[in-house]
Each structure stands twice: as C-alpha cells, then as structure tokens.
C-alpha cells in the first residue's frame, strides 16, 4: 500500500463521517476543516488515478471484450452523427 492509500483514504472517510450529522449538528471550524480534507483527499485520489493508467492498461489482455465493445460504440456513435 502506498503513502496515499494508507493516509488519504481515512482522512476523507474521517471528513465524510464528521459532515454527515449537517451543518447545525456540528462547529463551524470542524465542517470547514472537513470539507477542506475531503478536497484535498479527492484531488490525490484523481491524481493518484491518472498515475496508475500505464499499469492498469497493462492488465487488460489485447483480444478483450472491451475491444470489441469500442469498436462497436465507436461505430455506432459514427452512423449517428455524433
């Protein structure tokens, strides 16, 4: 597990489980600091994303069902007009 998953991941359930009683139930400073934590925790988990491409894209063999399925979408979508 990387530094990521081991502190971003709490750290964003923690910010979800403090918002979740609403606004009035809980101080102003801790909704702020949570939605704050909660940004910042998507923003990794996007980039942390976009980062783990090349090797996820390794995993899908070449003769796969999902090539099959883009080819039909991408002729599908060009008999529409789209």
Do not use: C, K, N
């Not at 923690?14 to 009683?21: G, H, I, K, R, S």
Request: hydrophobic share 55%.
């Amino acid at each position: 597990m990387t530094f990521r998953t081991q502190v971003f991941e709490p750290l964003a359930i923690a910010a979800l489980a403090w918002l979740l009683p609403g606004r009035d139930a809980i101080p102003g400073w801790i909704a702020r600091a949570s939605r704050y934590l909660l940004a910042v925790s998507l923003i990794v988990f996007g980039v942390d994303h976009f980062l783990a491409l090349a090797p996820i894209g390794t995993l899908i063999p070449p003769d796969s069902m999902a090539r099959v399925l883009d080819r039909i979408l991408r002729g599908w979508i060009h008999r529409r007009g789209f």
